[in-house]
């Protein structure tokens, strides 16, 4: 089992826009701050000598930038630039960049309010901050989202915490939902003992049979890990593999490395028990690590927590082979 540093429990806050001690005044920190983005008057932004995280509150509480030298390593649409969410209208917008959520997928209850609503943010300390969900009836949780960057470099701590508002006990789990930019290649490293007999299943389109015996040209296994060379046919992509990160040579020269933890004795909520999921488009990619199926009883909480890291990387040409012990290196580095 992988472990990660955590904070605990956050004061609650009202839902609003944003957050400020009871002076009125905002505390300043160093490597913190409140900027213009993206259609918003005010975004988080934690920003060193090196990278840049910009969060949004207004439309699920999210990173709209994680970024090394300028360069955003995060799928962010347009479409939704200035985008707040109302009920009342016939059709939402969907959601891009650093989103999380919680599952199990196919069996969590429809959650508008904790995926499109707005949230609190708090600036909290010298590049962390908080995003903090309204206490939402339809699941019976409120998720609390703690974000802190490294003083140099681009390593971010994401930590979701999963609180149980309810009355009765809860089951869900951690479900990563983030976008990066299509056109790259994905390494997911493999572990002994897969239950799958090619280490990933497919779902098909159309009716999410999933394939256990994939056949796809744009996946190919290579010294020990799965690559995913480009959108294969079917996009949704599950892996049993519990070595604790993965990685994404994004078409922009960076590589994108998830850190997270595992744990192989444990149930994983997810139809097929798998740890981590990847969904590959023409438009964009979507990295999935997945927490465990987690009990949580009235008043209790759950937390997990993701590291983030990139690394400039050349970004491998059409047909050639990507630097695999490069990319393992950098994954393996703390």
């Known amino acids: 089992m992988n472990r990660f540093w955590s904070w605990g429990l956050p004061a609650m806050i009202a839902p609003g826009l944003f957050a400020a001690p009871a002076g009125g005044a905002a505390a300043e920190y160093e490597g913190a701050s409140w900027i213009p983005y993206h259609g918003y008057d005010r975004c988080i932004s934690l920003q060193n000598g090196d990278c840049r995280v910009v969060l949004g509150h207004q439309f699920g509480g999210r990173p709209l930038e994680y970024s090394l030298n300028g360069i955003n390593a995060l799928y962010l649409s347009d479409e939704e630039k200035g985008y707040i969410y109302d009920p009342a209208a016939e059709k939402a917008a969907n959601p891009t960049a650093g989103r999380f959520d919680i599952g199990p997928e196919k069996i969590v209850p429809p959650r508008p309010n904790l995926w499109l609503g707005q949230w609190t943010a708090e600036i909290v300390g010298p590049r962390q901050a908080r995003l903090t969900s309204v206490e939402d009836e339809a699941t019976g949780v409120q998720l609390i989202r703690n974000f802190t960057l490294a003083d140099s470099g681009s390593k971010l701590i994401c930590e979701q915490i999963i609180k149980n508002i309810s009355a009765q006990t809860q089951k869900y ?49 290579r010294n020990g890990c799965l690559l995913i060379l480009a959108p294969p046919e079917h996009p949704k992509m599950g892996f049993d593999t519990y070595a604790g990160w993965l990685a994404y040579a994004e078409p922009n020269g960076l590589l994108f490395v998830k850190r997270y933890p595992t744990y192989p004795d444990r149930v994983y909520g997810e139809m097929a028990g798998f740890p981590l999921c990847v969904y590959y488009v023409p438009e964009f990619i979507e990295l999935e690590p997945i927490g465990p199926w ?41």
């Open 294 to 334: 987690e009990t949580i009883q009235p008043g209790g909480q759950a937390s997990f927590t993701e590291e983030w890291e990139l690394f400039p990387f050349e970004s491998p040409k059409q047909g050639a082979e990507i630097d695999l012990a490069k990319v393992k290196r950098l994954a393996a580095a703390k």
């Open 173 to 221: 789990c951690h479900w990563s939902r983030t976008f990066g930019n299509a056109g790259g290649v994905c390494v997911v490293p493999l572990t002994p003992g897969s239950r799958y007999p090619k280490n990933y299943i497919l779902y098909r389109k159309g009716d999410n049979a999933m394939l256990f015996m994939p056949d796809d040209p744009n996946i190919v296994e």
